[in-house]
Structures are given as structure tokens and as C-alpha cells.
């Protein structure tokens, strides 16, 4: 028997899968790993302990799962989240910790690069939006800030690409996590001049460019031995988390679009054409040289709930959040749809799509006296998911969007389930069992090794069991609080300006995104 | 109750108790100036607000106590107030003589009813806490009053009334510290900070009752919750912290691989070898010398 093992490089940490050639899970493990916020606006992971971790669990599943019955790895395929960086010197030590997608140090090279007309530029060629997550922001932060860390500098590495290093002795970068760096062009698959002349860097800097479908050079002896591995185990570069949560939902063809909600959330389709938006709102992403994964991403998905939790949630069972998040969802299911008119603007971290405003702030609106703390509960849920729907509204100028799909630990929670469908008032099909992205991987893997014709025939077999039907009556409810939500969320420019002028004059704005 | 002090050499009441430096109650109806001295003391002091409003420096940082809050002082820790001045107010205070060792950390004498793990717990949470100020906490003072009341009386059994006192005030401060520092509705908080303390004392052989204590959780769940965040075993995510940092090490030149070993808390270099063998397929020397080579 074989199997196919994936690794995800996630925000929090590693997830390893093993599935049989039929797309079967045979075992998962996961490994956690910290992120550090040593000063304000700053988001860091050790790579060394990115790497011991990835190393530990997937040793692990190989114990538990695999070497005792003899099963065979025909391939193990990487993913990883976008947007890190991580400087190494000459012999491919790190110099420093890597660099997350939610670092924000480059917020004002950031704002400058969007104002200007080269940031116009740079956003059509390289599809990226212009935002301090963008290693291109990141590399130039580096080069005006840290100046010694960039005169070291040999290469700017992704995470994915540095445990890629430290297993097989190679440099080397996909084109999905490329095309999230800024630097790529995804037009013509090439490290776009302009951009390297902005971050302050050569071609030479960043590690060589592959397909998803690339095998990396074998892995080192020792690896092989403590893995008990053999040299001829195939290992594949992969992709990154969005385009392949994107994959693994089957989201390819006409007609579909796909919502994660983790922490963060995002609102994505895929197709041969980039979306091409004067505003610059939504990224476009390369999964292969013709194929984007393009959509918008919001700050605000379940990391607004937890937070909502821990303020005014019940903990009877200490340190058990999950716990509390299940007995609120129960009192906001009591609440009829729209709380009573009770609004709620999820921006507490700010906002990417669809308004792109860091000022942005969270608020309570039209707030009266019948209104109860459990209205609170479900118009927290609800602003989150208006949120959500405002980008697919936005993507819909473009595509047509005719069926969804679900993933990601808070979307999937019955109840957010079942608002999504009610304000979109589209069938809502999802998978509760796994993560759509290490489905993508071994999608990838398995078309890879010839199972499957193309990534298209391999996106068609993919079957979402669930489906959530549409409720017209809340969505009428909704679709009339919405007309609000929208109108709020972009008529209170000038006060989430003033107020977060204020947090910052004031000194709290920077403490409450250090917690991010 | 009046005011009073009993000092060990000095009070027949703490001639059982060699362990009872000093405990005492002050009520000051004015202020007065060079009487409350900045001080370094073996003893780990506890002060605790009766009434009135104190600003005391500990280890040269101001802090403002009022009615309910306590003040505890480790050992080594320069203590009192600034010209030596003290304010109109009630206080009550303990010095307890407690064994030093080397890494700094209290411990406690014979007279504990604390095993010795417990022992050891108490003093690694005294010594990494934070704030040396518990706020709003009148139990310590509860307790303070009932180890003067067993002191003064005599009733039958006192000795042991006083020991079992003292421990509880040891157990019942810990505790409030942990609370104070953590809250139960923030685990990945809780857990950074426990990976912070890790990452500060990682030569320190840490045991789970340790870690568990400094977040202020028993054992078992303690245990149970690390697991399914993180994936790991408590020892299991320390020994990874642990090979992660010595990784970063061996990749510079001019430490011993010996040396390594301990500034990372692994017993021996040949523990340190089997463990990193056993995870990368590397001896530390050979994985140092594939990352030198190049140089």
C-alpha cells in the first residue's frame, strides 16, 4: 500500500496528513508553534522551531501511521501560509527570526508605495495587493531599517522555502507562494524588475522559481535515515494555503467560489483570467501558469468571536474556549435573524477587503432598550459574516457566483454555516472532516502522479457531502440590516481616521494589535 | 490587635520557630522620616496592607499599596521606602527564613508540610512572578492575624497551628499569583507566556508540576490542554524549544557542543547527542560541521 503524506506550514502551526492514493485519510497530526510579538506591529516565528516541529510531527505520523504497516510514501507535498520572509547569509543560516503575513512594521512604506503611481503599477503586474503583509514591503522595510541584517543577506527565503532547504540542500519558491510575495509578475511568471528595484534586490536574492508540481532534490541522508525514509521519496514544493484550500474545495470552473474562516477569512474563486480592480482591492494569485486564485481577504473572522468570548462568555470549564464559543452560538440561535436590529462593524483589527482601512473600528449600531445581551451574541456573529458577504459582493461585480463551499474552523461551525447560506441565498456545501487544504495537496500530489489527467479532473471529483439551504425569509431579514452595514462600514471614514488618530496619540492602538 | 514585634533571638514566642525571622504590626498615626530604611534580607518578606496608603520601592521600582494588598519580597531584593519615610497607616509583616540555592530559587526548611516538588513549584512561581505586588487579597491577611493569635495564646498544638499556617500562606500567595497573571479564558496567552518563562530559564530542569503550578493549573489538565493545542506533551514541546535553540547555536562557532547541552537544559552532552540523533539523523557535531563547512 502507499500513501501520500502533506505538510501545512500554517500561521499556528504544522498539520501533517497521510491519505491512501484514493484521497483517504490515514492519520493526521498536528504541532504547534508560537508566534512572537517582541514589539509592537512586529509578528515573528522561529525557524528553527518551524523546522524541528515540522520534523517531529511528521516523524510521529510516520511511527504511528505508516512504519508499522508497512505502507510506502510515494510523495509528501508541502503548503504553507503566504507572505513570510526570512533572511539567510551565505551558508543558509537564518539571520533572525522569519517575518508572518501579519507583520505590519512596513505600514507607512505601505501607504506611500499605494498612494503613488508605481504602487498602481506594481499592483497590476504582480497582483499583490499593496499592504505592509507583502514581502516586497517587507524587504524594503528591512533594507532602510535593519541595514545589517540586509547587508548579510544571501537570500530572502518564504518558510516553506527554508524547511524545503534544510531537508533537501535546495532554494527554491512555487509560483503560489511566489506570486503572494509583490515581486512576481503573474502575467509573465517572472521576478518583475520594478519590484526588485523597490525591495533594493537582484533575482540572485530569491530562491528559484518552480511550478507547483516541481520535486525538490531528494532529501538528505540523515533525514532519510531518522525518517526512515527512502532516498527516492518524492517530495514536492506544493502551493500555498489559499490557492489550495481553494483547490481542495473543487472551487475550479465557472460559477464557484469558496469562503475560509479561520482567525482571518477570505472570499476566493479561481480561473484563467486575473480580476483587475482600479481600487486595487483583490489579490490574484498564481496556482499554475494558467490559473488565479484571486479574492479578498478580511482581519476579521473568528479571531473577533474568541475575542468576543473571553470578554463576555461563560467559563465555567477553565481554559476552555471552544467550550464557551459552542454555549454562545446555542443563545444566538435563540435570537430571531437580524438580532432585533442590533449591528455590528467587525473591525476590531482593522479591515483588508473590501474597504482596505487599518483605521477601521469595531461598533455597536442601533443599539435600544429591548435589546439584550444575547442580541450582542449573534449580532457579533452576524457583522463578522456581513463582513464576509460585502466581499463576495464585490467579487460578484466580476464573476458570477452561482455555488459556495465552506472551510476553515469558523465557517464551519453549524450555525456561521447556515448564516452564510442565508445572506448569500445560495446552497452552502462543505467537508467537516479535514481541512481543505491538505485535500488540495494531495489533489495536487495525486494529479502529480498521473491519478488524475489534470488539476481540472481532479478539482471535478471533489464532493462537498453537507449542503445548507437557503432560508428566504432571514435572507430578506438580512439583506435589509446589510443595506446598513454597507452604508456604515464606508460612511464613518472620516470618524475611524479621527478615532484611531486618537488610539494613537493616546498610545492604545499599538497595544491592541501587538495582541493580534 | 496592637502593635508589636517579635524577632527569632530576640522573642521567647518564636523560640520553636528558628524559621520565623521576624513578624510584626505597625500602626503609625504620623509620618516619620529615616525609620522605614531600604533594606537587602535573606528572608523572603511578606507585607501585608491593613489600612492607610504606602509607597514602597522593591528592587528600586515605586509601588502603591493600599488597604487589602500584599507585598511580596524574595530574598536579595532591596526593599523600603524612599528617605526612609513612612506613612500614616496599619500594616503586618512576616520574614521567613528560606534555604537559597545556587539557581536563586526558594526553598523551604523542615518545618514545610510541602513535598519536596511542591517545595519546588512554590519557589520557582515566587521567584519567576512578575509583580511583586498581589492586589486586593485580605486572605494573606486573614492568615497573618491567625499565626500572631496561635503565637500569643499558646493553645494546645500551636507549633503545628503555626507551620500549617505558614504553608497555607505560602499555597494561598502562589496561587493568587498565578491568577493574578493568568486568565482562564485566554489559553494561547497563558501558553506564550509559559513558552516565554521556558525560553528564559531553559537550562532549568523543568518538571510538569512546575509548568503546570506557573500557569496556575494541576497537572492533569494542564497536561490535556497543552496536548491538544499544541500537539505535544509538555516535556515533549519543551524538548523541542530545547533542540530548536541548540540548533541555532551549533550554527555559530565558539561554543562547546558540552556547553550547549546545558545552556539548553539536557543533562549530559550524551543526552543532548541521542535526543538530537534521535529527531535530525545528526550527531551535534556532525550537524555543526555541515553548517560551518561552507565558511
Known amino acids: 500500500m502507499k500513501c501520500i503524506i502533506t505538510i501545512e506550514l500554517g500561521t499556528n502551526g504544522v498539520r501533517v496528513f497521510a491519505f491512501t492514493l484514493s484521497g483517504q485519510v490515514i492519520g493526521s497530526l498536528k504541532g504547534y508553534y508560537p508566534t512572537f510579538h517582541t514589539e509592537p506591529d512586529h509578528s515573528e516565528q522561529d525557524p528553527e522551531q518551524i523546522f524541528i516541529t515540522t520534523l517531529y510531527v511528521l516523524k510521529n505520523l510516520l511511527n504511528e501511521y505508516i512504519h508499522p504497516k508497512k505502507i510506502k510514501v510515494a510523495c509528501i507535498c508541502f503548503s504553507a501560509a503566504m507572505h513570510s520572509v526570512l533572511a539567510v547569509d551565505k551558508n543558509g543560516n537564518p539571520l533572525g527570526n522569519a517575518i508572518t503575513w501579519a507583520d505590519n512594521r512596513a505600514k507607512k512604506e505601505a501607504q506611500e508605495l499605494r498612494r503613488s503611481a508605481l504602487g498602481k503599477k506594481l499592483y497590476a503586474a504582480t497582483g499583490t495587493p499593496i499592504h505592509p503583509m507583502s514581502p516586497l514591503l517587507k524587504i524594503a522595510w528591512i533594507r532602510s531599517n535593519d541595514k545589517e541584517r540586509f547587508k548579510q543577506a544571501n537570500k530572502f527565503l518564504s518558510i516553506k522555502s527554508y524547511i524545503v532547504h534544510q531537508l533537501t540542500g535546495e532554494y527554491m519558491i512555487d509560483y503560489s507562494i511566489a506570486s503572494a510575495t509583490g515581486l512576481l509578475n503573474i502575467h509573465t511568471i517572472k521576478w518583475e524588475a520594478d519590484a526588485l528595484q523597490y525591495a533594493g534586490i537582484t533575482a540572485a536574492k530569491l530562491p528559484e522559481l518552480a511550478p507547483i508540481f516541481t520535486a525538490t532534490g531528494k532529501l538528505k541522508k540523515a533525514y532519510q535515515q531518522s525518517l526512515r525514509l527512502p532516498a527516492e521519496t518524492k517530495i514536492l514544493i506544493g502551493s500555498s494555503d489559499g490557492c489550495l484550500a481553494t483547490l481542495g474545495d473543487g472551487v475550479k470552473g465557472e460559477g464557484k467560489a469558496t469562503i475560509t474562516i479561520e482567525d482571518s477569512g477570505a472570499v476566493r474563486v479561481m480561473g484563467p483570467a486575473v480580476l483587475k480592480d482600479e481600487q486595487m482591492r483583490f489579490f490574484n494569485y498564481l496556482l499554475t501558469d494558467n490559473c488565479y486564485v484571486s479574492g479578498g481577504p478580511t482581519n476579521n473572522g473568528g479571531n473577533i468571536f474568541e475575542w468576543f468570548t473571553r470578554q463576555f462568555g461563560d467559563f465555567t470549564n477553565p481554559f476552555d474556549i471552544e467550550d464557551s464559543i459552542q454555549q454562545l452560538m446555542e443563545e444566538a440561535a435563540k435570537v430571531p435573524a437580524g438580532s432585533d436590529g442590533l449591528l455590528f462593524l467587525p473591525y476590531l483589527l482593522g479591515e483588508r477587503a473590501p474597504i482596505w482601512n487599518a483605521n477601521a473600528r469595531g461598533a455597536y449600531f442601533g443599539l435600544h432598550i429591548k435589546h439584550e445581551r444575547r442580541h450582542f451574541v449573534r449580532a457579533t456573529i452576524e457583522g463578522i459574516m456581513y463582513e464576509i458577504y460585502s466581499i463576495g459582493k464585490t467579487l460578484a461585480e466580476q464573476r458570477t457566483i452561482k455555488s459556495l463551499s465552506v472551510n476553515g474552523s469558523f465557517g464551519t461551525i453549524p450555525f456561521c454555516t447556515q448564516l452564510i447560506a442565508d445572506l448569500f441565498n445560495k446552497p452552502v456545501r462543505l467537508r467537516q472532516q479535514f481541512h481543505s487544504v491538505s485535500f488540495g495537496a494531495w489533489l495536487l500530489s495525486a494529479t502529480e502522479m498521473g491519478i488524475y489527467k489534470s488539476l481540472d479532473e481532479a478539482a471535478k471529483t471533489v464532493e462537498l457531502p453537507d449542503v445548507y439551504k437557503p432560508n428566504k425569509q432571514h435572507h430578506a431579514i438580512y439583506a435589509d440590516y446589510f443595506g446598513i452595514f454597507e452604508k456604515l462600514s464606508v460612511k464613518l471614514y472620516d470618524e475611524f481616521e479621527a478615532i484611531g488618530g486618537l488610539q494613537q496619540k493616546y498610545g492604545v492602538v499599538e497595544d491592541v494589535f501587538k495582541k493580534k | ?295
Request: aromatic share 12%; hydrophobic share 40%.
Open chain 2, 1 to 295: 490587635m496592637n502593635q508589636f514585634v517579635l524577632q527569632y533571638g530576640k522573642s521567647n514566642e518564636l523560640l520553636l520557630f528558628p524559621h520565623i525571622l521576624e513578624l510584626g504590626l505597625k500602626k503609625n498615626g504620623a509620618i516619620l522620616f529615616n525609620t522605614f530604611l531600604t533594606t537587602v534580607t535573606e528572608g523572603l518578606r511578606i507585607y501585608y496592607i491593613i489600612e492607610g496608603r504606602f509607597e514602597w520601592r522593591i528592587n528600586h521600582q515605586p509601588y502603591v499599596f493600599y488597604p487589602g494588598d500584599v507585598a511580596v519580597i524574595l530574598p536579595g531584593t532591596s526593599f523600603g521606602s524612599d528617605k526612609g519615610a513612612l506613612e500614616i497607616g496599619s500594616f503586618s509583616w512576616l520574614h521567613l527564613d528560606v534555604q537559597k540555592p545556587d539557581n536563586g530559587q526558594p526553598m523551604f526548611g523542615k518545618w514545610s508540610g510541602l513535598s519536596e516538588s511542591e517545595g519546588a513549584a512554590i519557589g520557582k512561581i515566587l521567584l519567576l512572578n512578575p509583580s511583586p505586588v498581589l492586589s486586593r487579597f485580605p486572605d494573606a491577611g486573614k492568615i497573618l492575624k491567625c499565626i500572631q493569635g496561635e503565637l500569643f495564646n499558646n493553645e494546645v498544638a500551636y507549633q503545628a497551628r503555626v507551620n500549617h499556617q505558614l504553608d497555607e500562606l505560602l499555597i494561598a500567595l502562589t496561587r493568587q499569583m498565578t491568577r493574578q497573571n493568568h486568565s482562564t479564558r485566554d489559553f494561547p496567552k497563558t501558553f506564550m507566556h509559559l513558552e516565554e518563562v521556558l525560553r528564559q530559564n531553559l537550562s532549568h530542569q523543568w518538571t510538569v508540576e512546575e509548568m503546570a503550578a506557573l500557569v496556575g493549573m494541576g497537572t492533569t489538565l494542564f497536561t490535556e490542554r497543552v496536548k491538544s493545542y499544541s500537539g505535544f506533551s509538555p516535556i515533549n514541546y519543551l524538548i523541542n524549544i530545547r533542540i530548536s535553540e541548540a540548533i541555532k547555536l551549533l550554527k555559530r562557532p565558539g561554543i562547546s557542543v558540552t556547553d550547549i547541552a546545558l545552556d539548553t537544559g539536557f543533562y549530559s552532552s550524551q543526552h543532548f547527542s541521542t535526543t538530537f540523533k534521535k529527531l535530525t539523523g545528526y550527531r551535534p557535531s556532525e550537524f555543526r560541521n555541515n553548517h560551518l563547512r561552507n565558511k
